[in-house]
């Protein structure tokens, strides 16, 4: 039984990935109801429903009780508030976390790499079909010229860039780390930085050089022990804070090179003054402004229709503080426990995997539905481990 759950899971896989790559999933395409939107609910909805017996086992580990706890609290909240939009979408978005967690499911690197091949070979076909806007070279697009994006490519045909950068990077560390062949391994690394980097995604390249600059530092702390681990955990988390709170770092910036500056600051020349520059990071200001909803309820959260008005979902950490209260510090509990053990663990890989989720929900959480082929990946990769290899 235990064996024909992973196959389902991994069906799951790759069912949300052909809907990645192979239909038309913009705004504009569909509403919250009719057969694009059942195709995307219902499959995740049967997943919960299949595997609910996994929500809850004989012995509860201590980081599956915290989510626990988030989901009811966030629930009771919503009943509280009537709110019963919120009681669906914190309801979906939960149980599969749990349950995967629970179930240890897991993709292989087989099938992760298989996927990442087949969607560049889509993405190629799809741009001469003339549907891929973005090409697979540099200089085959005509969007984002007015930022200096010239280059910017996407294998995806149906997706905006990001989604090409965000999957790039989970394949980029599932070969570094899991990969035991290697020429397949170099194959790999070189192919996804190639995607990731001319993607223009920004989160993307941010990710990367926050885990790579975390283990820098770690080369460099003297503390061991206990201080070590604390540290260690928060580190991604400070770092990402850094450049957001103290954007005059990125002003002392000055590339002479086009392509970086238009990839940095969506400009060909670099930024002259902190005004320009909040301009291109304004995820303070979105911040703020969830913020300023949740002090009007800092308990239980103030309604959905409330969160909504503020227009971004980018930043689910503060959107979830703003809807749900005080409910969200399990979640941030969660986060912190996983990344702990990890580091305890000395499992670069799931701490990297970690970080990247983390700092997905702070700055750009776009990708984090669990109808969303990104969110099942890092979720299941957490659980990997080499004996899968």
């Known amino acids: 039984m235990n064996v024909t759950r992973h196959k389902l899971f991994k069906y799951l896989i790759v069912y949300y990935w052909f809907l990645s790559v192979f239909v038309d999933y913009n705004p504009a395409s569909y509403t919250n109801s009719g057969i694009k939107y059942y195709l995307l609910v219902v499959p995740v909805a049967l997943f919960i429903i299949m595997n609910f017996d996994r929500i809850i086992k004989k012995k509860i580990r201590v980081e599956s009780l915290l989510l626990i706890l988030f989901v009811l609290t966030a629930i009771v909240f919503s009943i509280i508030k009537i709110d019963i939009e919120s009681i669906i979408d914190i309801t979906i978005w939960t149980l599969p976390l749990i349950i995967i967690f629970n179930s240890d499911y897991t993709v292989d690197l087989c099938l992760l790499n298989r996927l990442f091949i087949l969607t560049i070979i889509a993405g190629v076909i799809y741009y001469h079909l003339g549907i891929n806007d973005f090409g697979y070279l540099p200089g085959q697009t005509f969007r984002n010229l007015h930022q200096g994006l010239w280059w910017r490519i996407s294998i995806f045909p149906y997706r905006t860039p990001p989604a090409t950068g965000m999957f790039s990077l989970v394949v980029l560390f599932a070969n570094y780390y899991n990969n035991s062949n290697q020429k397949s391994r170099l194959f790999f690394i070189a192919i996804t930085l190639y995607f990731l980097v001319l993607s223009g995604s920004r989160t993307s390249v941010l990710i990367l050089l926050i885990i790579m600059a975390t283990f820098i530092i770690r080369k460099a702390i003297v503390i061991k022990g206990y201080v070590f681990t604390k540290v260690m955990t928060i580190i991604p988390v400070v770092l990402l804070l850094m450049i957001f709170i103290f ?131 890092i979720w299941s990769q957490i659980n990997y481990s080499k004996n899968y290899v």
Do not use: C
């Open 247 to 377: 954007p005059n770092i990125l002003l002392k910036l000055n590339f002479e090179n086009k392509l970086l500056n238009s990839l940095i600051f969506r400009s060909t020349s670099s930024l002259q003054n902190i005004e320009e520059l909040q301009s291109t990071l304004n995820r303070q200001n979105i911040w703020q402004q969830y913020f300023d909803l949740y002090k009007e309820s800092p308990i239980i959260g103030v309604h959905s229709d409330m969160v909504s008005t503020i227009g971004q979902t980018e930043t689910m950490i503060m959107k979830y503080l703003a809807q749900f209260g005080i409910s969200v510090f399990f979640l941030i509990i969660y986060f912190y426990r996983k990344a702990k053990v990890a580091v305890i663990n000395k499992n670069d890989f799931a701490f990297s995997m970690i970080s990247m989720a983390v700092i997905l929900m702070i700055a750009y959480s776009s990708f984090l539905l669990p109808y969303n082929i990104i969110y099942l990946l």
